[in-house]
């Protein structure tokens, strides 16, 4: 009943009263602020699994289905996993047209067909240019390094110091890639004649080993896992650098990313990585695929 006595002033306090009254649960319900709301940790640790985004048909490191991923990388995501004590779930994904386009499906929003995000993705480029255009991402943990390199054999291709070296010689490398490009573009096209392009990296490498062809451009990786898996002598091959314009002479490193608001899951995740650093498990599990663990 309202109080027709009541004055003016005393109707706006009792107005002012009911609304804070209300205001904690209708924030609550339309979900503009709730002290209660856990955090992006806190939401892993309650449903006990860690979801990692992997890239599909990326052999060595990531390679196969949800049920049956391999690779290095699948490895490093289940001993972070293990350290972490959580269970592991794979989210693979096919690569998109650019990293930004990987970042946005699998870590900070998720695929407009409802695939992902996943909690944190292995195998993203740990650059400063890269990590400014993408700062809904966090990118950090560097654990190896990547370059390419030029698979040969020594009894038949003694040496490689320059891609004049290569005239003549049917060269393997990976369809797409900047290092195919590279090589078909060298001094107006020298050498596109000599390119035979692969599916992908370790397929042009195993062209190499079993004779095919006489060298291949690709990740060192590509070219070691191609050795390894025909049971090859490490030592009887040859790994040369070949640098072309437009390839990081160096090579690049790269690392984990996570939602740019989940510091939590990146300094533990950090941690984790510094655990299986320190007690050799992360030399481990490179070794374990026949590679070498180049520090970034």
Not at 237 to 263: C, T
Request: net charge negative; with cysteine.
């Amino acid at each position: 009943m309202t109080d027709t006595n009541a004055t003016p002033v005393q109707h706006s306090l009792r107005r002012r009263t009911l609304l804070a009254a209300a205001l904690p649960a209708l924030l609550g319900a339309h979900g503009i602020a709730c002290a209660d709301e856990p955090s992006p940790m806190e939401k892993i640790r309650a449903r006990g699994v860690l979801k990692v985004a992997l890239y599909k048909d990326n052999a060595p490191y990531s390679d196969g289905t949800s049920a049956g991923m391999q690779g290095v990388d699948a490895s490093l995501a289940q001993a972070l996993a293990k350290q972490l004590d959580l269970r592991l779930a794979f989210l693979p994904f096919d690569a998109g047209e650019n990293m930004g386009d990987d970042l946005r499906n699998m870590v900070w929003k998720g695929h407009y067909m409802g695939y992902g995000p996943a909690d944190f993705m292995l195998h993203v480029p740990v650059d400063k240019y890269f990590m400014e255009e993408n700062r809904q991402a966090f990118i950090f943990a560097p654990y190896a390094r990547e370059r390419l390199v030029v698979l040969h054999n020594p009894q038949t291709l003694p040496a490689v110091y320059n891609p004049e070296d290569l005239v003549g010689k049917k060269v393997g490398a990976e369809q797409g890639t900047g290092a195919a490009s590279a090589l078909m573009g060298y001094h107006g096209g020298l050498l596109r004649n000599e390119v035979a392009l692969y599916k992908d990296g370790v397929e042009a490498a195993r062209a190499v080993v079993d004779g095919k062809l006489a060298a291949a451009y690709v990740y060192l990786a590509q070219a070691e896992a191609a050795v390894f898996a025909a049971a090859a002598d490490h030592a009887a091959w040859a790994f040369s650098e070949l640098v072309l314009p437009g390839v990081p002479p160096r090579g690049w490193p790269f690392g984990i990313a996570v939602k740019a608001d989940n510091k939590e899951l990146a300094r533990l995740l950090d941690e984790a990585l510094q655990k299986l650093r320190d007690n050799g498990t992360l030399l481990e599990i490179f070794r374990s695929h026949g590679l070498t663990l180049a520090a970034p």
